[in-house]
């Protein structure tokens, strides 16, 4: 006999597919938090992968003239024409790639750009490499989807980077429909390099499969540059986003680029799902590349923000972990400490209001032994954070 009070009328039951989507950590450790700063404590964030930065005058000025116009409405299910362009343009200038503006699709967020890629490329028990720890969404929008996640473990032996041999070795053992990789990546902040991209895109052109790269950090690189999977296949399958180097995480705006074959049935998924983009979001992001100097005045800051952390954490017992050159993150090996990072996260919240993201957010398996801290606060807020988790790692 069920325990429900309210049972549901029979067969109105939720879908199944929900009980594979598993909850976002970091959104819990910012519940957690608000509910100490509602009852008056202090708490550092440093649980999410946003920018504390106020996105660029520029582009709120682009919005603002828009607004005041009066009209805002639909644009086109691909987006705008002339922020297609410009983001065409935008490959040229910066990888010295040529991608025609058709090929581009505006997307709501990146968050959009993955579901209608999924769903133009996978069948249902499709299976997708992709690397642990990863994005967790990943594996949630596959898990809503139908599609199989396939883990490639990173550690410190394969550089914590997905490699075309590790690619080859699990398409042997069981077919893969696709790969998708990150770089830089989030929670490792790794960089992959020239020549493991290289390789992986040679790889899942060799074998058949669809690689998905996703770039939504380009930008934010420290002492290098990030390679577009587009300079080693054109056919591969990009998705960015204007949230991280450009701070505009609100206002949902990102992009695809694809293959030619696959932008008519894209835009019929787009055009049904979504109807069209954010008007005003559009608007904006379009101004968005012209505010390279306040953006890399920001970039700045987060690279003061990883050189503080990097010279202080080793020395209060929390500086192991892959070599962060890339995004605002460091994923730190707790395992000295606990393997049960959850328990570990709150109890750095609590005891010290720090909030962190346990690393079992990013890797079900092996994220029991990592904590991510995300360095997109302001230097001062960094500063307070290693001083209250000297003192947490000092009270044992």
Known sequence: MSNDPNPPPSGRRPAARLDGVAAFLAMDMLSEAGAIERAGGSVIHMELGEPSAPTPGVIRDAARRALEAGRVTYTEALGRGALRERIGRHYRDAYGVAVDPGRIVITTGSSAGFVLAFLALFEPGARIALSAPGYPAYRNIFAALGLVPVPVPLDDANGWEITGEAIARLHAQAPLAGVLAMSPANPLGVTMTRATLADLADTCRRLGLWLVSDEIYHGLTYGGTAETALAFDDEAVIVNSFSKYYCMTGWRIGWLVLPERLVRGVERLAQNLYISPPYLSQIAAEAAFDATEELEAIKAGYAAN???????????????????????????????????????SRAILHRAGVAVTPGLDFDPDDGGRFIRLSYAGSFADCQEAVARLRGFMASG
Not at 319 to 328: D, E, L, T, V, Y
């Open 306 to 344: 990883r050189d503080l952390l990097l010279n202080e954490l080793p020395g209060i017992g929390l500086g192991r972990g892959p070599a962060a050159n890339g995004a605002f993150y460091l994923y730190i090996d707790v395992s000295h400490l606990t393997d049960d990072s959850l328990a570990l």
